[in-house]
């Protein structure tokens, strides 16, 4: 897995995971809470209609007060009217109010008129419980409620009913009214409902919101992504242009080299030759001086043409490895400007990749010409190392140093040889120097 993507995962992951977990819990305690508030308020809601009911009744006792304590009606009158007061009061789809005697026999009911007039005394609901007896017991006891199985109107079925009944002790009669318990759980669950509903919404906006988020993260990614592609592309075409650049600039050296001495060395051979020649066909014994000079400028170019050899790929460290080559690099250079070096080379037993051995050879070779031309120095310490995978260089004199920010802005070619050269093979240059306190190169290469 790429690490721009494994960095991406590790973003995203702890998010979607806390998230995930965060919004469990909360679902959870939103459904305890909720579970909670439904049950206060199926509390407070049958409260309230144990309230209402007491209300109604006592509004229906209200409106046949005047009429119970009429003296000018006789009982018979009375009770009459009464229940025609009663008979006639009802509200919402199933309210009504009944009415017994002490017999058990119906006196009043709007919704059932066929029960008028029966004895209900026995009547037991689907629960096997006697309806008017328990009715009636609570009545006796002051009024309260009682809860039993009744047929709704609306419905036609039985239903669980709340009644809440009173006594008339001048008549010995039971009055009441009752409100159906399935009124009430269908107002619970469509709260439970409203509840739930809103959990899931809540628990949709979250994922919505993570998943927004998300998707942010990796837009953002995929644009950095894109964005440092770009750059590395632009980076890459640079080192292309600069190792061009660096080839082309080695290959001008080389020719220049080649035109200036093997080329002029060899025109001087030549010569001295063709004159040789000439003198030998004169009988001149002088041609012998002739060709001995031209033999004395033949060798001149043979070393010259080994000095450049070397400059190219030097020969000892294709035959015995960079180690054998630095040493004979160092010992050549201390006999030849008297600085002394101080060494200690640490590569492995294995041989590096020839990039790499030839590139901290240049390095190397390079930093010594320029302590040697501009420092100073007198002593220098070189150092290689290999930690992890990587290799190591660190090269530092005794010199009189210089402003580093000075020499990043008038970087000759030295430096920028030896900079190309180390990133060409994606590795780090880093040059310090105070003045008066030397100079130290560090180098490091990946080794993969």
Request: contains cysteine; negative net charge.
């Amino acid at each position: 897995m790429p690490l721009k993507l494994k960095i991406l995962t590790l973003a995203l992951l702890p998010l979607l995971l806390v998230t995930g977990i965060i919004t469990l819990m909360s679902v959870k305690q939103s459904q305890s809470l909720s579970e909670l508030e439904i049950k206060t308020f199926e509390q407070n809601l049958l409260a309230s209609k144990r309230s209402e009911l007491q209300n109604y009744v006592g509004l229906a006792l209200t409106s046949i007060d005047h009429v119970m304590n009429a003296p000018w009606l006789h009982d018979f009158e009375a009770q009459e009217e009464v229940k025609r007061i009663l008979d006639s009061l009802t509200y919402g789809e199933d309210g009504y109010f009944f009415v017994y005697d002490a017999d058990g026999v119906n006196l009043v009911h709007p919704a059932q008129p066929e029960l008028v007039g029966q004895n209900l005394f026995d009547l037991q609901d689907d629960n096997d419980t006697y309806v008017f007896r328990d009715l009636f017991a609570v009545a006796k006891k002051g009024g309260g409620f009682h809860r039993y199985v009744w047929r709704k109107p609306s419905k036609g079925g039985n239903e669980d009913k709340l009644s809440y009944v009173v006594l008339l002790p001048e008549w010995g009669w039971m009055v009441g009214t009752g409100l159906y318990v399935d009124d009430i759980a269908k107002e619970v669950a469509r709260a439970r409902q409203e509840v739930t509903l809103n959990i899931r919404n809540t628990f949709f906006t979250v994922l919505v919101i993570t998943a927004a988020t998300a998707i942010i993260i990796v837009m953002i990614g995929i644009a950095i992504n894109v964005h440092e592609s770009r750059l590395a592309d632009a980076r890459l075409r640079h080192l292309a242009h600069k190792s061009v650049q660096f080839q082309v600039s080695q290959r001008r050296r080389f020719a220049r080299e080649l035109h200036d001495g093997i080329n002029q060395l060899m025109v001087s051979v030549k010569f001295r030759v063709e004159l040789g020649i000439n003198k030998i066909k004169k009988g001149d014994e002088s041609a012998i001086q002739d060709l001995s000079k031209g033999m004395d400028v033949l060798n001149q170019a043979i070393q010259e043409v080994r000095l450049i050899s070397h400059d190219l790929r030097p020969s000892l460290l294709d035959d015995m490895g960079l180690t054998s080559a630095l040493k004979s690099l160092l010992d050549e250079y201390e006999s030849r400007t008297g600085i002394m070096v101080e060494t200690d080379l640490d590569f492995p037993q294995a041989r590096l990749p020839d990039d790499i051995e030839i590139t901290l050879y240049r390095v190397i070779q390079e930093a010594l010409c320029n302590i040697d031309k501009h420092s100073g120095a007198d002593e220098v310490r070189l150092k290689t190392w290999v930690q992890g995978k990587y290799v190591w260089v660190s090269l530092k004199d005794n010199g009189d140093g210089f402003d580093i920010k000075g020499a990043v802005l008038k970087e000759g070619i030295g430096l920028r040889n030896m900079h190309d050269r180390i990133e060409l093979l994606s590795g780090e240059f880093v040059l310090t120097s105070e003045v008066g306190q030397g100079t130290q190169l560090r180098v490091k290469l990946p080794l993969v």
